[in-house]
């Protein structure tokens, strides 16, 4: 496993753990990696700066140990941060199939169908579609009960 700082197109910065860089790239280039933030898929690696260990004479906690390479690392680590994200994209992939069975996709409509079935204007029902971080917040400001998701476009890996 290995840890990368990443950075969207929109500066957004955030850290993600791959299973060796080369999958790291190919999900970056297929676009199958979201920004927290904005839900950007535009994504590169950010400047990584070296980490530095002290002396344990300081008083200074030990560093974790960094792997020399994509193979290497202290095996329970990785295998425990290894079952960790299986475990979290299968619990994704399976909300995702919920949702996209259970609920309707509205697209760029979601923001004015979510005020309609709010305010009684449209039956109730369960929804999802496209808004921005902003008109997420303009729903919630509302009273309107919204949670951003992740949803990158389904694109095959070569």
Not at 14 to 20: A, P, V
Not at 25 to 37: F, I, N, R, S, Y
Not at 126 to 139: R, S, V
Request: overall charge positive.
């Amino acid at each position: 496993m290995i840890l990368y700082d990443l950075i969207c197109d929109k500066e957004h910065q955030f850290d993600t753990w791959f299973r060796n860089s080369s999958v790291a790239d190919k999900l970056m280039k297929a676009g199958q990696v979201v920004c927290p933030k904005c839900g950007g898929t535009k994504v590169k690696k950010a400047i990584q700066s070296p980490r530095i260990t002290t002396s344990k004479k300081k008083g200074t906690a030990p560093a974790l140990p960094v792997p020399a390479g994509p193979e290497a690392s202290t095996p329970a680590l990785t295998a425990d941060v290894s079952q960790a994200v299986e475990k979290m994209t299968e619990a994704f992939n399976e909300l995702r199939k919920t949702i996209e069975k259970n609920f309707d996709n509205v697209g760029d409509q979601f923001t004015s169908e979510a005020r309609k079935i709010h305010y009684g204007e449209a039956p109730e029902r369960g929804i999802y579609g496209d808004a921005t971080p902003e008109q997420a917040q303009e729903l919630n400001d509302e009273g309107i009960n919204v949670v951003a998701l992740p949803w990158p476009k389904k694109r095959k890996l070569s």
